[in-house]
């Protein structure tokens, strides 16, 4: 039988708040030629929401198996609560798996199923009226405690997920890990299992590691986010930072949308940049200005709903308001700049300017603080709205 191998000391995390639930130490996975995943190097804390998003292929799916014990890497360790288990067979890790397809046995009740993996232990398994205990707490924690005797095809695809989760939970794992478990849901019950999942988290401590490429999930319930591309972790934050401070083009486009323009820094003064567009006009940015230097061509980010739309002015951006589109609670202006660029507004439907129409010429600003400086380049052509399904076509 395989063991875990001990560690002599866990390694605290990086920022000192104890031993990580989960390290993922400089993990490359190979298949053949093909790398899934390239240098990841992470830790999740204990009773920590953490998620791994990003497009199709970009190796979320790759790293969550290894953290399973499904695939081994090629080279780096996964670490368990400080314990090295790389080599231990997915049975002998202290996680469970939660995947889209809720693989409930149809035969069993409700109550049965919660209870299989308790009453399958080889060792430490619990007596029956521990198992019972455990399983009615389980019930009442996924909220469906009145749903023990029915079987699973006598529920709503929420509430086979909510006992497909309380089977994972039942056990006190480490950690649980989630493959894309909503994706099979039609989206306002995929909302609500949003909310119900992070409840559930926060009630039960247990550290959750959520795989997605569906951005809404990850900044509603993670408190922090890795963002993968091409078998790459571009950048890990909350969701907060990941946000409104990008570390790159890519993770600017691909959580939520966009407004992304070439321009150069022309001087730095304290936390104020000025920045030179194409087009000869200047800007003044608030926020990063460490990252930058004079001369330095960097990507100015701002989001549709910072963007402001009146009639033409002198200062801002000039551009032709080309659509208007109702969306509830905010009017989605198109409009296309005078050097060819297609921009996003989103603004209160009393915030536009009375007698705005499409085909106008209006103009786009923003306060200091609403734009972010991206250091890293783009060219003309990649100048625009950048949509997520955009910047996914493009990996």
């Given at each position: ?306 963007l402001s739309v ?18 509830g609670p905010v ?48 060219t003309a052509d ?14």
């Open positions: 039988m395989t063991t875990p191998t001990p560690t002599p000391t866990p390694a605290p995390l990086a920022n000192g708040t104890g031993v990580a639930a989960v390290t993922v130490d400089a993990v490359t996975k190979h298949f053949g030629d093909y790398v899934a995943v390239e240098s990841a190097d992470f830790e999740i804390a204990q009773g920590e929401f953490f998620s791994m998003l990003g497009p199709s292929g970009c190796g979320k799916t790759t790293t969550l198996r290894m953290i399973a014990g499904f695939e081994q890497p090629t080279t780096g360790r996964i670490l368990l609560g400080g314990q090295d288990v790389s080599k231990v067979p997915p049975h002998q890790r202290d996680v469970n798996t939660v995947f889209q397809n809720y693989a409930l046995f149809p035969h069993m009740s409700v109550y049965d199923n919660v209870a299989f993996g308790l009453r399958s232990r080889r060792t430490k398994k619990p007596s029956n009226n521990e198992i019972d205990t455990r399983v009615r707490e389980m019930l009442e924690i996924v909220r469906l405690p009145d749903f023990a005797d029915r079987k699973p095809q006598q529920l709503s695809g929420g509430q086979q997920q909510r006992i497909a989760l309380a089977r994972a939970l039942v056990n006190r794992p480490t950690a649980l890990l989630l493959d894309e478990p909503l994706g099979a849901l039609d989206l306002k019950l995929r909302q609500n299992m949003q909310l119900e999942l992070k409840r559930i988290q926060q009630e039960l401590g247990i550290t959750f590691v959520f795989v997605t490429h569906d951005q809404e999930e990850a900044l509603t319930m993670s408190d922090r986010i890795a963002v993968m591309t091409q078998g790459r972790v571009d950048q890990i934050g909350t969701p907060t930072e990941i946000y409104h401070r990008p570390s790159s083009v890519f993770v600017a486009g691909f959580i939520g949308t966009a407004n992304l323009l070439p321009v150069s820094v022309n001087r730095v003064d304290a936390d104020l940049v000025t920045v030179d567009s194409r087009t000869g006009s200047q800007f003044v940015i608030r926020g990063n200005s460490s990252a930058c230097r004079p001369g330095q061509d960097v990507t100015l980010m701002i989001r549709p709903e910072r009146s009639a033409a002015g002198n200062n801002g951006i000039q551009a032709t308001l080309t659509g208007m589109v109702f969306q009017l989605r202006c198109e409009a296309v700049t005078t050097a060819g660029a297609s921009l996003v507004a989103h603004v209160g439907p009393h915030e536009l300017a009375e007698g705005v129409r499409p085909g106008h010429d209006v103009t786009l600003s923003w306060d200091s603080d609403a734009g972010f400086l991206v250091p890293e380049s783009i990649q100048a625009g709205v950048t949509l997520a399904e955009d910047t996914e076509a493009a990996t």
